[in-house]
């Protein structure tokens, strides 16, 4: 059974960083998407960065390109979301969720139609104070 762990939420500054992590027990990277979203109240979960574990390629929303950054340890099996020049809009519960091979990790992440990602981490708070 796989299991999702999420850690590295907090509160900040506008400005500042955090780095999210997600350790996958019950599964080995193969050639799989895993990547992140984020529900802030009152909106939809949206998706925010993924990456394919297979060769690491990835993709981001463009609230975030050229501010977050997603990465993998294969040795670790975990996956890390590298946020920076963080802004109260990022302020949300951060999900990571890992999708079953052979499908496209940007339309299923990105686009948001989630076909495949049967697994999901509890959530770890951000909170970017003004």
């Known amino acids: 059974q796989v299991q999702l762990v999420e850690s590295g939420g907090g509160t900040v500054q506008t400005g500042g960083s955090l780095r999210l992590s997600c350790a996958a027990s019950g599964y080995t990277f193969s050639r799989n998407c895993m990547g992140w979203f984020r529900q802030a109240p009152g909106k939809e979960r949206e998706g925010v960065a993924v990456i394919y574990t297979g060769g690491s390629a990835t993709w981001y929303a463009d609230s975030v390109k050229g501010r977050f950054t997603i990465s993998q340890d294969n040795a670790k099996n975990t996956v890390y979301l590298q946020m920076d020049n963080l802004r109260p809009e990022d302020t949300a519960m951060y999900y990571c969720?890992?999708?079953?091979?052979?499908?496209?990790?940007?339309?299923?992440?990105?686009?948001?139609?989630?076909?495949?990602?049967?697994?999901w981490g509890q959530g770890t708070q951000v909170t970017v104070s003004s």
């Open positions: 969720a890992l999708q079953g091979s052979g499908m496209s990790c940007y339309t299923n992440f990105i686009l948001g139609r989630r076909v495949g990602i049967n697994d």
